[in-house]
């Protein structure tokens, strides 16, 4: 599901997430120095398994007090205007947004559930979909190792705090209906920032028959390389 301030719901689609394989290449051994170091690994690790990192600890430990803080309901007055030259934005900042949507998610669950923007995963690049100007990409999930876990990305001019787009992504080779449970609530809490106003059951509906028709428009699209290489 996206919500692009282009038009200001302009379309929804399931974002489908793709696992990247990383590999390591490491330079050139001679056969026994290769053996004379795993030999050394082996005794320097001993026979019980090492405690995991202090820092990596402490940085769990962090974010778990920072989703534990209580966050107060903050509604927002959003409008949408011109920053750069074709380009338009939600004249709001993406920690208003965050502070918006843990206040309402705070409320009916007792815990955060995003972490400040700082803490997300960040790109820029030259241009994107949404505009002809260099662009911020936000990308935040709750836990990175649950590979289908539902996921929130924001996209943002880089000369001012504003959002362009802001879209809930849904790996649709997940088969497991908890995943898709959490999707739909992000959904919900991401529209309800949007839309304060609008009620439960319409935002429901809304996110409802949004997908639908996402889901329809991806199993009726035909792909080939030219249609690839074109978009």
């Not at 996206?2 to 290449?25: N, P, W």
């Not at 900042?93 to 843990?102: A, E, T, V």
């Not at 999930?141 to 705090?161: C, G, H, K, Q």
Request: charged content about 25%.
């Amino acid at each position: 599901m996206l919500i692009g301030a282009v038009v200001f719901t302009r379309a929804a689609v399931k974002g489908v997430t793709y696992g990247l394989q990383h590999i390591e290449v490491g330079s050139e051994q001679l056969p026994g120095e290769a053996a004379a170091e795993d030999q050394a690994d082996e005794d320097s690790a001993g026979p019980y398994p090492q405690e995991p990192d202090s820092e990596d600890n402490l940085q769990v430990e962090r974010t778990e007090e920072i989703l534990g803080e209580e966050a107060r309901k903050k509604e927002l007055h959003i409008e949408v205007m011109e920053n750069r030259p074709g380009e338009l934005v939600f004249q709001v900042p993406m920690d208003d947004f965050i502070d918006s949507f843990n206040g309402l998610y705070w409320a009916d669950k007792g815990e955060r559930y995003l972490l400040p923007s700082l803490q997300w995963r960040s790109y820029v690049y030259d241009t994107s979909i949404h505009s002809n100007h260099k662009t911020c990409r936000y990308h935040y999930s709750r836990d990175e190792s649950i590979l289908p876990l539902p996921t929130i990305t924001v996209y943002a001019p880089s000369n001012a705090d504003y959002i362009q787009e802001i879209t809930v992504n849904y790996d649709a080779h997940s088969s497991f209906e908890q995943m898709y449970t959490i999707y739909e609530e992000l959904c919900y809490y991401t529209l309800k920032v949007m839309f304060p106003d609008l009620l439960d059951n319409r935002i429901r509906e809304l996110y409802t028959t949004l997908n639908r028709l996402a889901f329809e428009h991806d199993t009726n699209m035909k792909y080939a390389v030219r249609s690839v290489l074109q978009r």
